[in-house]
């Protein structure tokens, strides 16, 4: 079966250190990777996703995610963490090898910048 | 360009009833699919929608259903509510071509007292 899953529940960081959320999946052909954001009483924004090619994905707002088939992770990073990125964040993932276009999400992490 | 839109904003409804949510896709996208996120969860997967035809459903009940409409917009019914279908309930748009990217609307919160 399908699933992702987000190791912490919770991330603190320093606002100008460098961030990283964790994911780590579970299909049973290629993956199709993604990160999505939730502010409060928000619906989920789109950040990045890995289909093919480079292992290094740059998406939005500065973030960027190493996909990493061997230790089979997908982890989401930011240079330099912003008191504005403090969000939920959700990896989700979709088989490669099923039909159909749902996405599995992991239960969250959530992220606190401090200034 | 409008983005997904989602009509009721909040709903508090009673065990046993039955409740509509709408949701309007993104200009241009073919595709809608429903999720439900509990409380401090993710969302799950409920069903999704391309040509008028349920194309991927995931475990959810019958009493889940839902119905796409020729200008592609959605409806999600859920009928005999249970306290534990409280839960904001997600839709996302996407072109049928190019799945990969799915657009969030803001959510229905449904309460069910």
């Given at each position: ?78 240079p330099s963490a912003l008191v504005s990125d ?30 | ?113």
């Amino acid at each position: 079966a399908q699933s992702v899953a987000q190791p912490e529940d919770q991330v603190n960081v320093a606002e100008g250190n460098p961030l990283t959320v964790k994911c780590t999946y579970s299909v049973s052909g290629n993956p199709y990777l993604f990160w999505y954001v939730q502010y409060p009483n928000r619906g989920l924004q789109f950040l990045l996703k890995y289909i093919t090619g480079d292992n290094l994905v740059k998406g939005s707002y500065g973030f960027e995610a190493e996909f990493n088939k061997s230790q089979t992770s997908f982890h989401l990073k930011k240079p330099s963490a912003l008191v504005s990125d403090s969000a939920l964040y959700f990896c989700a993932v979709r088989d490669g090898g099923q039909a159909g276009t749902a996405l599995i999400f992991g239960k969250g992490t959530t992220l606190s910048v401090s200034s | 360009d409008a983005g997904v839109t989602q009509s009721p904003t909040h709903l508090i409804k009673t065990r046993g009833q039955q409740v509509t949510l709408r949701c309007s896709p993104k200009s241009g996208h073919d595709t809608v699919s429903w999720y439900q996120q509990a409380l401090g969860q993710g969302p799950q997967f409920i069903f999704q929608y391309y040509e008028e035809e349920e194309r991927q459903r995931g475990n959810f009940p019958d009493r889940f259903s839902g119905h796409q409409f020729p200008n592609y917009s959605s409806e999600l019914n859920v009928n005999a509510l249970l306290l534990g279908d409280s839960a904001l309930y997600l839709c996302a748009s996407s072109l049928s071509y190019s799945p990969y990217e799915q657009y969030f609307g803001p959510g229905t919160r449904l309460t069910v007292t």
